[in-house]
């Protein structure tokens, strides 16, 4: 149990960079094309008016590989 406290507050001081990419929806969205989904937790976002995807993931706070990128 300390070695999990331990690891836990080292991740706090130094979090690993997690890294996905938005994809087309697996399930749950009208339409794939106005849909992009984080291929590590599953957020789904509307891209219908924006210019750019997000370079990071709100759901899991992963760097998006095609983040700035034009949907």
Do not use: V
């Amino acid at each position: 149990e300390m070695l999990d406290i331990y690891a836990a507050s080292l991740d706090k001081l130094h979090p690993i960079e997690r890294t996905a990419e938005w994809i087309e929806p697996t399930n749950g969205a009208d339409s794939p094309k106005e849909w992009r989904e984080c291929s590590l937790c599953g957020k789904q976002i509307d891209i219908s008016f924006r210019h750019l995807l997000p370079d990071f993931c709100e759901g899991c706070g992963a760097k998006m590989k095609n983040g700035g990128e034009r949907p």
